[in-house]
């Protein structure tokens, strides 16, 4: 698509947001027991919630310690039994995280399970080999708020979290908002432990979007069976001064609102300095990251010949997942991940319906595009209560940090097959340029799409392009007329004007076309000659990308700098076009009439072209113009 070309001028300097905290160890707040110490045959018991949030135990026995090449370098396979057991139909998903003892000390916790088997085996992760995530830094980067950023905030604030401990309010901190925290550059996924006989025990729930948007989002993310779950309405608030005990039930969300996705899974252990472990295997590897966790309400366990799961709700939000590793989940308590906002304004123009429906997500500038592209499409996909063919007038407003009043792109789509996902394509390409931008952080950070829908093919065709006469000199005036055919409706003619340029010469020809057909591009990038220099610059390129809806006129010829008297031989036989960004060529072909630009209310299809014989005008008159600049320039000067 175009919008490649352009991004790819922006992608030259991937940047990472934020800088790195240095590691901390983890000390669980209870008794724990080393892989050394434990044998087969040894009994215990592990903790978890099957229904509500009341926690249970249930027995396991060890069957046996499993060397492993990688991490972690044990697995331990437990036997679990009794009248739990007997009720969920074995180790569930969402188990994942639950807390194993051994004569009352703290081994690990249940990771893994096997699917279409005996559902009453399951594999520990050691806490020895859990506690290593915490060999790796976070990396953090503090938002300073929207109203009053101060250059002390932003420089010290990560340090301040850093020293904060559970249930402290944290400096700048609001009590009713997750807006301040810290925001992670997501890492190369790391080697998970997802072997083909096992299964992770962490499901992943998608909730509020349509079923294909569910498909998208959960392939997306790496997870092919995502389980019912779902968020009771409203936002959901967070907690202060949370007091967590191991064995509940938690939840890892990537959005939330009127869309949830998250994981639900088990606490492990908590440590004095408000750090905590959970799950026992990775969510989605990506290394340091600052995803919210809530705790969770489990409304049954399931029973399943595949693999029994949990069905729970996020409660309350309590802190943040700073570290998703092979061997496991561990993060802060107290401490609020800033989220991204996102509102969708719907309108359907047949049923003269509207709809509004709002979110947040997670502050990932390598997945947020994506995710909130897939969940835009799931929600577009229920409010119109269809898939199919019709035209779409989408309005982006994004707003952040630096912006000012925002940006705002408007353009139309028209799709035979599937509007909402090919109206969203360039959402989502756009979006990824600004959360991938290399010059500056756009946190915090808003977005606001205005789409109104419609079944009716709103199109109107190129049919016809006539200009009187088939020579011209340079410096003339050209009618352009074009015919142009509404859907199904009468064909209209419009006229547009045309200027000759005085360095054209030879064959030449004039185009008429639909907005993004044969668009103009970013040749100055493309080629090497330019590079976008600056936040603002970035901007200013992405506005002057065409839209669907335009019918655009232009003049083109061959043009070279030639050398000469008043030249410089360094500019070699480059034209200045090739030279320009795509906002520096539309303004000065605008202004010399080389190309004009027609706004419709319909999606423009077609292109036709017309050659024309340009000759050299009147050389006299040409000399006496030049004379004329040349004195208006020094009198200029």
Known sequence: MRLLRIAAAFFFLLFFLGGSAPAASFRPSEPSMDIASLRPGMKGHALTVISGREIVRFPVEIVSIIPKKGSPRNLIMVKASGPIIEKTGGI??????????????????????????????????????????????????????????????????????????????????????????????????????????????????????????????????????????????????????????????????????????????????????????????????????????????????????????????????????????????????????????????????????????????????????????????????????????????????????????????????????????????????????????PFAEVYPFGVTLTAEFTEQPRLMFIEGLEVKGDSFKTGDTVDVEVLLRPYRKKQVKKTFKITIPKDADGICEIIVRGGGIDPLNQSAVIQGWKTIANFRQMFTEMSALETNNEVIIEFNYDKVVKKGKGEKNSEGPVSKEEQELLSEVKKRRLKDGTLQIFKSEFVVEGLLRKIIEVKPGDEKNDQTTQGQDETAEGEKE
């Open 92 to 437: 569930a998903a969402g188990m994942s995280g639950s807390p194993v003892y051994m004569n009352g000390k703290l081994i690990g916790a249940i990771g893994y399970g096997w699917n279409f088997s005996e559902h009453n085996l399951g594999l520990v992760t050691p806490l020895e080999d859990m506690v290593t995530i915490w060999d790796w830094p976070e990396k953090k980067i503090t938002i300073p708020s929207v109203s009053a950023p101060s250059p002390d905030e932003e420089e010290n604030g990560g340090e301040k979290k850093e020293k904060n401990r559970s249930g402290e309010k944290k400096t700048g901190e609001k009590t009713d908002e997750k807006k301040d925290g810290e925001e992670t550059p997501p890492e190369k996924p790391e080697d998970t432990v997802k072997l083909s006989a096992y299964g992770e025990l962490s499901p992943l729930f998608i909730d509020g979007v349509s079923q294909r948007a569910v498909s998208l989002l959960a392939g997306m993310l790496g997870e092919n069976r995502p389980v019912p779950g779902g968020a009771f309405n409203g936002e959901i608030p967070v907690e202060m001064n949370p007091r967590l005990s191991p064995g509940e039930a938690i939840t890892v969300l990537l959005a939330w609102g009127d869309v949830t996705i998250g994981s639900t899974g088990t606490l492990t252990a908590t440590a004095k300095d408000g750090k905590f472990l959970a799950f026992a295997h990775p969510f989605l590897g990506r290394g340091a990251v600052n995803y919210p966790v809530a705790r969770a309400y489990i409304h049954n366990v399931v029973p399943s010949l595949e693999s029994p799961f949990k069905v729970g709700s996020p409660l309350r939000i309590f802190g943040t997942v700073t570290h998703d590793r092979p061997q496991g989940i561990g993060g802060r308590i107290g401490y609020f991940t800033p989220s991204l906002s996102a509102t969708l304004n719907f309108t359907d123009t047949d049923r003269k319906t509207s709809g509004r429906k709002r979110f947040r997500f997670v502050p990932d500038p390598f997945l947020g595009a994506k995710l909130s592209s897939g969940i835009f499409t799931g929600l577009i996909d229920d409010l119109w209560g269809r898939k199919g063919q019709g035209t779409a007038d989408v309005t982006v407003l994004i707003q952040g940090r630096g912006m000012g009043q925002g940006w705002t792109r408007k353009n139309m789509f028209f799709s035979d097959k599937d509007l909402a996902a090919d109206a969203l394509k360039e959402f989502s390409e756009l979006l990824d340029i600004i959360f991938l931008n």
